[in-house]
């Protein structure tokens, strides 16, 4: 038997809403980081064809420019879509025990509600995009996660927003 290569790959995709604040804190060096959890609901029917609701609950960290950009835009309830990898990590608590957690690193991430832009007299103006963010800070306007949703989908995200 020829030895087998496996493929490297650790892609994740996930839609959600925040659980509570994210956490938003500098490392010693300075670099920014922020914390946020979200739940990402899945609805399905069972064997009586009745609808029933699953929510995963998912730990997210991100860094540099996007955890900035997560702290100013996120709050408890924001609708978000989330393009990473998975990691773990370990530590020990107070107590000595170790500890361990696997979150999602993200790369980019999608805010999903709708914000007045207010003018400069106080009155509401037009409603701004969603906007995708990357780990760079780089901003993807244009790039809407809705293209890619079957109008099924794209009925049952607005029923949740």
Not at 12 to 23: E, F, Q, S, W, Y
Request: glycine content about 4%; overall charge negative.
């Amino acid at each position: 038997m020829a030895d087998l290569k496996m493929p490297e790959i650790n892609y994740v995709v996930v839609a959600g809403n925040l659980t509570k604040d994210p956490i938003f804190r500098q490392t010693n060096n300075s670099t920014p980081v922020v914390n946020f959890s979200i739940a990402s609901n899945r609805k399905y029917k069972d064997s009586s064809n009745a609808w029933q609701e699953d929510v995963c609950y998912i730990g997210i960290v991100a860094w540099n420019k996007l955890a900035e950009s997560c702290k100013e835009r996120l709050r408890k309830g924001s609708a978000v879509l989330v393009d990473g990898e998975l990691q773990s990590r370990n530590w020990k608590s107070e107590d000595g025990h170790t500890r361990s957690v696997v979150e999602i690193k993200a790369r980019r991430i999608q805010f999903l509600n709708k914000r007045s832009k207010t003018s400069d007299n106080g009155e509401n103006g037009s409603e701004e995009h969603d906007v995708f963010i990357d780990e760079e800070g780089l901003d993807y306007t244009e790039d809407s996660f809705d293209k890619f949703l079957s109008t099924e989908e794209s009925d049952l995200l607005k029923k949740e927003i």
